[in-house]
């Protein structure tokens, strides 16, 4: 006999969904809904189990997790609505209704005009172990997917009472609103986006730049000015467009099939506010369909609740362009937060029915669009809006990414290196770059200035040469981004994450706003300020959870469970992989269109942990499951694949390199297998089979003969102090032969961000004493 778990009154209904989540409505005239939401797509759990405990007064439902208290028949507040929260480690929360003292936050709309930090909307996570995600005032979907008024519940919302299970109260958040979408594999890569009046000649010669700078990208975005925006003054402005302008672009069918040939998805910008308006191309249709009057030259007013103009908007005037080559539409939204409609958001109809009309049609839907409250994740991508240039906006970025994970919102995409305004800093530029590599979505874009435009030749050679190289490297990430992508759509598991979700118990983990898990397998910490003048590095703090840590660019192993500042030059910004880290990337970037599966894997695979890494990649509908395993105690490396290995390529190899260790002897089945001393790793070769492959790998463990002598003279080189200074340091660090001595060296100086930098040399240092 199963459980009870709705509870009714005349004014009320409680619904327990889970044993950790409850649905609570009130209702004055005693009716309630049973319909989805424009939040809420499910209510469907396994079954929790409930016990109840009630009398005239009062109803208290007890589950696991949870005791909840009502005093029947009186509206929700912190009066009448109490409830117990037990963690798993026993701790037990006291909470009253409306209580989000505690709430760690969600996202924002947009981030139009930001310049630095603006305020975040209530995510569904919170440190006291509840929240309430309120659904009363949402339209209804009918049953064919359009919003319409409800009726019924006054007070409609979710307690979600997961004390500090980040990850479960996330996956049953998707249950409840609807799973993100797996994203297109070109998403994941490098994007062009600028707001500039190109040709097709003009632009093409540009994306050949890229492909001569050996510079690879996967979407090309054209903003506003590939649509006629020079109109008659009786339609009123040029934002709103959907006829290309032919003086620039007098073939957009050949145009777009270039791009396309050269492995580039295509998105156009649109401004959809004043609708089709007689000069269009695509006016005689939509006239046609609505019946208007074309000798008056009458507009096709936007209006999304009108269904005859929503039929033409998609029918006669995006489908046609997206049939000449438009894979996704940019929807830059204008008119505000209202609509013909009291409490409908206009810019979730757009979100909503743009993404619904390309699932209906394709594959691979997409939008880059600006978020409309919870439930957008079902609608990506998000599009930030419009920053200011400047280190305050980059310093923000970080945190109200990663923190977007606690509304389930995952895959926001940043005008990377901002937007407007501002000033020239190249350092800025960089840093912003750097970040973007390591963000969702990686989007160079710029305003319409001549002045800030994002072609990472125009910079100064060193800070070229450095934009190039991530550049680079953000499109070998793409085999770990897509596994991070069927992640997050299957398990409901975030690309970036917080570090709270994973040390939840630890309070460094609330304080290290800037830092996140990217994916399984790493931490990053960007660096967001500029280079301090002492040391000619820029900084971050960082906060190491327990365990071994391993620089993934400089091949050094951290000892976890603190904090520490990390320096770094131009070249770098902190990513650590933590022990036993799997990392599969492409090995060849610049030879690999984003739509393509590479030819070489290259595996990064740190020593110290057992681990187990599964690569996935689809190709046409297909999938095929590439595990790598290694085990610590016996010292094996293992690989074998499951699916529909024919994807692959045929001669499909894979080159694992084994990081910051000394010579390993490799037994097994192999092409090559060779030790780089410099930089401490051993690198082998492995041809795809299609049985498993277990190589023997004696001696892979974290290198015990690693020294911070070069770091330290590196250090030493670099700062802003007296040269006389610097040889009196360096004499002395290398007169001491044990650690604490040299940390007592480096904190005898006068100048703390060379002692910082310098001890984070030594942190990392392996000699014996």
Sequence with gaps: MMAKTIFQGAHYRITVLTNQLIRMEYSEDGQFEDRFTQTVLNRTFDPPK??????????????????????????????????????????????????????????????????????????????????????????????????????GSTTDCYLFAYGHDYFKALKDFYQL?????????????????????????????????????????????????????????????????????????????????????????????????????????????????????????????????????????FEDVHHPMEEEGVDFWWIDWQQGTKSGVAGLDPL????????????????????????????SHRYPLGFSGDTIISWASLAFQPYM??????????????????????YKDEELSLRWLQFGVFSPINRLHSSSSAFTSKEPWTFEPTIAGVMKDYLRFRHSLLPYLYTANVRTHEVGVPLMQPMYYRYPEIEEAYNSRNQYFFGSELLVAPITQPINQETELGKAKVFLPPGDWFDLFRNCRYEGDTSITMYRSLTDIP?????????????????????????????????????????IEDLAGNRCTTRVRLDEATQQLSIETEGDNKILPSNRQHEFHLRVTDEVQVVGECLSSSYQEQTKEQ??????????????????????????????????????????????????????????????????????DLAQALFECEYTDQREE
């Design 50 to 151: 409930v016990t109840v405990t009630e009398t005239n007064e009062q109803l208290a439902l007890h589950t696991p997790n949870v005791a909840l208290f009502y005093e029947k028949e009186k509206k929700f507040n912190e009066y009448t609505v109490s409830l117990d929260v037990r963690f798993e480690t026993g701790y037990t929360h006291h909470w009253r209704f409306g209580d989000t003292e505690w709430n760690l936050k969600g996202t924002t709309r947009t981030l139009d005009g930001a310049d630095g930090e603006v305020m975040l909307e209530d995510g569904i996570l919170s440190r006291n172990g509840v929240t309430v995600m309120d659904d009363s005032t949402t339209f209804i979907l009918d049953e064919e997917n359009h919003p319409v008024k409800r009726h």
């Design 401 to 422: 990414t990663t923190t977007a994970s606690n509304i389930g919102y995952s895959w926001w995409s940043h005008d990377i290196g901002g937007h407007m305004l501002g």
């Design 348 to 375: 979730w109809q757009l979100n909503h029915y743009h993404f619904l009309d390309q699932t209906q049609r394709k594959q691979d839907p997409l939008i880059l669009s600006r978020y409309a409250g919870p439930g």
């Design 683 to 752: 690198v082998i070769i492995v041809q795809q089979s299609e049985r498993q492959n277990i190589l023997s790998i004696v001696g892979f463990a974290y290198s015990k003969t690693q020294t911070s002598e070069q770091a330290v003279f590196d250090i030493l080189k670099r700062a802003n102090i007296e040269n006389q200074l610097k040889d009196q340091i360096w004499q002395r660090y290398g007169d001491e032969t044990s650690k604490k001595k040299r940390f007592n060296l480096f904190s005898q100086l006068s100048l703390p």
């Design 177 to 313: 609103t609807g799973q993100t979408p797996l994203l297109p594999r070109y998403a994941l890569g490098n994007w062009w986006s600028r707001y500039w009046k190109y040709t097709e000649e003009s632009y093409l010669n540009l994306v050949e730049q890229f492909q001569e700078e050996k510079i690879p990208l996967s979407v090309s975005v054209i903003d506003m000015d590939w649509h006629l925006t020079e109109i008659p003054e009786r339609f009123g402005n040029g934002w709103t467009g959907y006829t290309w302008d032919k003086r620039l672009f007098p073939q957009p069918k050949r145009f777009m099939q270039a791009l396309h040939d050269k492995g580039l998805a295509v998105t156009l910008n649109v401004h959809p506010a004043d609708g089709i308006r007689a000069f269009e191309e695509a006016y005689p249709r939509v006239a046609q369909r609505l019946q208007l009057n074309q000798a008056e030259e009458e507009p096709a007013r936007f209006d999304l609740n009108d269904e005859a103009f929503r039929v033409s908007y």
């Design 575 to 615: 990513v650590l992989a933590r022990a036993g880290a799997i990392i599969p990337l492409d090995a060849t970037p610049e030879e690999t269109k984003a739509n393509e599966l590479p030819e070489k894997i290259r595996w990064e695979i740190f020593p110290g942990k057992t681990n187990e890494y599964e690569l």
